[in-house]
């Protein structure tokens, strides 16, 4: 039972163009949402959270739009840098704080 | 990530082996989240605890598994009898208090890496 999903495994962009990361849930009680950045053998790195209430939240390179109505969400990179190459996963909190993880796109940003 | 001790981390295991994986949290940090990472997959949900108290194990398999949070000391994920499929990356995650969630408040260790022979 995925309540978060990340339909695409993978994406490769060229380096100074925009990276959009898509991410779907099914249920509607959560209440934040968060993305984080993976690199192989280390642990998650939080990166920027957007709360139910918004629909967008910046902050730098990076942008989080939520669509409540859609129960989608996405994450903007703009510009790629090839140090953005990395595993990306969405995350979404209940009023529990229970907090579930998508399966991950794949970053590559091509110099 | 710093702050947040996992250990080991790498274990090797034989089949019907038991492992125990830990946890230290940030100082100050009562709540503990552990994630399943198989190959290839998402990191998948299995018990959020705090201290001496299981909040939710709706993710945790239903034999062979169990955690606890003790009033001192590291959470521990324990599982008997390993299998194969047990193989995977584990990550706990720590929070302050149960109020105080947000991006920034909430820690990831490195992990560790069961493999199971």
């Known amino acids: 039972d995925q309540q978060v999903k990340q339909n695409s495994p993978s994406l490769s962009v060229q380096e100074g163009r925009i990276s959009i990361l898509n991410c779907d849930y099914t249920?509607?009680?959560?209440?934040?949402f968060l993305w984080y950045k993976k690199y192989p053998a280390e642990g998650p790195t939080f990166l920027i959270s957007?709360?139910?209430?918004?629909d967008k939240n910046e902050d730098g390179r990076f942008t989080v739009f939520l669509n409540k109505s859609a129960k989608h969400l996405s994450l903007h990179i703009v510009p790629s840098q090839p140090g953005d190459s990395a595993v990306y996963f969405c995350?979404?909190?209940?009023?529990?704080?229970?907090?579930?993880f998508g399966t991950g796109t794949r970053l590559t940003v091509i110099p | 990530n710093a702050g947040v001790m996992q250990n080991p981390r790498h274990l090797v295991r034989r089949r019907g082996q038991e492992a125990r994986l830990r946890c230290s949290p940030m100082?100050?940090?009562?709540?503990v989240y552990w994630y399943r990472q198989l190959p290839e997959e998402g990191l998948k949900f299995m018990v959020y605890?705090?201290?001496?108290?299981?909040?939710?194990e709706s993710g945790m398999p239903k034999e062979r598994f169990s955690a606890e949070f003790p009033k001192e000391g590291p959470s521990i994920l324990r599982i008997q009898q390993v299998v194969r499929g047990d193989s995977a990356a584990y990550f706990c995650?720590?929070?302050?208090?149960?109020?105080?969630?947000?991006?920034?408040?909430?820690?990831f260790g490195e992990g560790s890496w069961l493999t199971v022979v």
């Open positions: 957007i709360s139910s209430i918004k």
């Open positions: 995350a979404a909190k209940t009023g529990a704080n229970n907090l579930f």
């Open positions: 605890l705090q201290k001496e108290n299981i909040i939710d």
């Open positions: 249920n509607s009680m959560f209440d934040y």
């Open positions: 995650a720590t929070l302050p208090t149960r109020t105080d969630f947000s991006g920034n408040t909430i820690y």
């Open positions: 100082k100050g940090h009562s709540h």
